[in-house]
């Protein structure tokens, strides 16, 4: 693979560090960088579930913490469709990302986020997933109320697949990132342009992506 991933946040969405010389740097068509000698900024819009590419980012397969659960209005739970699902500034460094995944309450009442999000690479104009889907890392999971305009954020590390064996990561390029919600079975897509890679098959041992629990703000860390 002659690229590294990388991911940063530009004007409200997401961010990477320079992680080698050959990195490339994601971006959205209306992203501009900032880019120093330790990281690189980037932003990503976001879209429900409905706008994204096909219908495969519903069917596809959320292994590993899908954030499915069944959320309703009836229990005050954040609903996908009121959410707005973005990708905020973060860091990098020893060949990770870190970023936060920021889940803006847009609706017209408050509701309630908790536990993790379902975060996995995604492709072509099905919205095919790439590789295993972010793996949970052990942490509190508070209830978070969010009232209109309020944000919640769950911390995202990806690893630069530059760092695995090429014939096991079997690297490939990545239109953006497919996200479920905390209990919600219907999925938001964040499209990413610019030269971002994931590996496509599972690398035994290695957790290319992992996520943590949804904390206040949007600065998940």
Do not use: W
């Amino acid at each position: 693979m002659t690229r590294s991933i990388g991911i940063a946040a530009v004007a409200g969405v997401m961010a990477v560090g320079l992680l080698t010389a050959a990195c490339g740097t994601p971006r959205s068509s209306n992203a501009s960088s900032d880019t120093s000698t330790t990281s690189s900024t980037t932003m990503a819009t976001s879209t429900t579930a409905s706008s994204a590419p096909s219908d495969g980012v519903n069917s596809a397969s959320g292994a590993k913490g899908d954030g499915s659960g069944g959320a309703n209005e009836a229990n005050g739970q954040c609903l996908t469709g009121n959410l707005k699902v973005t990708v905020g500034g973060g860091d990098a460094g020893a060949g990770h990302s870190f970023i936060p995944i920021v889940f803006s309450n847009s609706g017209t009442a408050a509701c309630t986020i908790a536990a993790y999000p379902g975060v996995s690479f995604v492709t072509g104009d099905d919205g095919r997933q790439v590789g295993d889907p972010a793996t949970r890392v052990s942490a509190s999971a508070p209830a978070i109320t969010l009232q209109p305009g309020q944000a919640a954020s769950a911390a995202l590390s990806i690893t630069n697949p530059g760092l695995y064996d090429p014939a096991q990561c079997k690297p490939v390029a990545v239109r953006g990132l497919r996200v479920y919600p905390p209990n919600n079975t219907a999925a938001a897509f964040v499209p990413l342009s610019g030269d971002v890679q994931g590996c496509s098959a599972h690398v035994p041992n290695q957790e290319p992506l992992k996520i943590k629990p949804v904390v206040a703000g949007a600065n998940a860390q």
